[in-house]
């Protein structure tokens, strides 16, 4: 009977395109059991709204429109640059080239290069889990110029992550420009400049425009907010949609908020752990590049290019990911996180209600280096379960009430709070706000000389304040420093 009903409904609604309108009606009004005019109306223009909807999403998440991928690396091993002033020059050379590109490629001579990234939410109906691998695979949707394009042009202006999401949101939820709040213009006419008229108009509108247009071919079709509930699948994503689009604006001030609306917790999948055995994207015959991160929205990671050929074309901001292990976890974009920009340094104190002890040489014990954003030398301190990590000399962001688990162990983890200042009128004087916070430690080995933990990781990152939130001890000339990892 469901098929007989759909056969009748096809037929109908192709024979009306054909005929005179008077002749339409009459066609509307044949007599089909079980079936009233309006719902075989509605049902015939839900079928041709289908593909429109398709076609013309902002973002089009598809976890089968991946590049093609390689396990390992044709020939050398991967070695990108080790020395801090040439990964600084290389940073600065993409940040240049990213600056007024139109499709978010640059082009990089022979070589192996590390992009330090910082990777957004792209499609708030799925979980933020971590660690996952990523498959790599082009942005695509109608809005997806204009996505490539605002990452790009980030990596100069260096937004705070809680904007840029935010923004990211809006443009993925297919907000009209009239619809931002004024900061979300702001920083649109900042990146995007005279690109308004292509967020004219939002895509709800749009489909509502193409719905009338369907109902002047179908006669008998109802309004197009009587009719979501009859148009299936299409029906549920917009009014998914709406709920979004309502939330951004409602909650356009408040990021936290809109984390809380938007960003689900982890799922029961199972994570990839050890993500350093991501295979390798190949966008272009010469260019290989993968997206390694361990954390999920917001977090820091590194975008590990190879260009195999004399001059190639390496796809940066137009890539999206996608956690091939996982439909049901976030895929996540990025822009590229120049690390010489300047930032508030990391430093790290122990508070008073909690002190750390701090260790003597030759103790055997695992500890943590407590001045994080200097040099490793005699002067900084070894420390075992600091419980306040300070991100801003001047207090304004700091890790407070940090409790531990698992110290002395390959993986020290800690819970704790997000505190930070607005900065108004002072950063001493200012409204603090908090969030809960996740502090892990991991690597341990030797470092100075001493048996230290020597990687770590915060997560989520601070909505407001772009901040490193992970790194390694590494060498750097002739001394070490905590650094993003730049190779495998």
Request: charged content about 15%.
């Amino acid at each position: 009977m469901n098929s007989c009903r759909v056969l009748a409904v096809l037929c109908l609604a192709g024979a009306a395109i054909g005929f005179p309108r008077p002749v339409r009606a009459q066609l509307f009004h044949l007599p089909i059991p079980g079936l009233t005019v309006p719902g075989i109306a509605t049902e015939a223009a839900a079928k041709q709204l289908a593909p429109y909807f398709e076609a013309n999403q902002p973002v089009i998440r598809d976890w089968s429109g991946l590049y093609p991928t390689v396990p390992v690396l044709p020939g050398e091993v991967f070695r990108p640059t080790r020395t801090r002033s040439a990964q600084l020059v290389f940073e600065r050379a993409v940040i240049s080239q990213l600056r007024t590109s139109q499709n978010g490629i640059v082009t990089l001579a022979r070589g192996d290069y590390v992009l330090p990234v910082r990777v957004f939410c792209t499609d708030i109906h799925r979980h933020a889990n971590a660690p996952f691998m990523y498959l790599l695979g082009p942005l695509r949707g109608t809005r997806a110029d204009l996505l490539t394009r605002m990452y790009a042009h980030a990596g100069s202006v260096d937004p705070p992550f809680g904007n840029l999401q935010r923004l990211s949101w809006d443009l993925q939820d297919g907000l009209s420009y009239d619809q931002l709040d004024p900061n979300a213009r702001s920083l649109f006419a900042r990146l995007l400049p005279g690109e308004q008229p292509a967020i004219a108009q939002s895509f709800l509108d749009a489909l509502q425009d193409r719905w009338r247009a369907i109902a002047s071919i179908v006669p008998g079709v109802p309004g197009f907010d009587q009719s979501i509930g009859q148009m299936g699948a299409v029906g549920n994503s917009i009014n998914d949609i709406r709920s979004a689009q309502s939330t951004l604006q409602s909650d356009a001030n408040d990021f936290d908020a809109l984390r809380s609306s938007f960003v689900l917790g982890p799922t029961s999948a199972a994570t990839d752990g050890d993500v350093s055995s991501t295979p390798w994207s190949v966008p272009w015959n010469g260019t290989y590049i993968r997206l390694l991160t361990e954390g999920a929205f917001g977090s820091l990671g590194l975008l590990e290019i190879r260009v195999s050929s004399e001059r190639n074309r390496v796809p940066v901001t137009d890539n999206i990911g996608y956690p091939p292990r996982c439909l049901e976890c976030q895929p996540l974009t990025m822009r590229p996180k120049y690390k010489g920009a300047p930032e508030p340094p990391l430093h790290v104190t122990v508070s008073s209600d909690a002190p750390a002890r701090s260790v003597s040489p030759g103790t055997g014990r695992i500890a943590f280096y407590g001045d994080i954003g200097n040099i490793i030398n005699n002067q900084n301190p070894l420390l075992i379960r600091p419980s306040t990590l300070l991100l801003a000399e001047d207090g304004s962001v700091a890790l407070i009430h940090l409790r531990w688990s698992g110290w002395g162990t390959s993986v020290a983890r800690a819970t704790g709070v997000w505190s930070a200042s607005n900065c108004t009128p002072s950063c001493a004087n200012g409204k603090r706000t908090t969030s809960p916070a996740r502090l892990t430690l991991s690597s341990p080995g030797l470092g100075g000389g001493h048996r230290v933990y020597r990687c770590f990781q915060i997560y989520p990152p601070h909505p407001q304040r772009d901040i490193d939130d992970h790194g390694c001890i590494q060498r750097q000339g002739t001394y070490a420093v905590y650094a993003p990892l730049s190779g495998p």
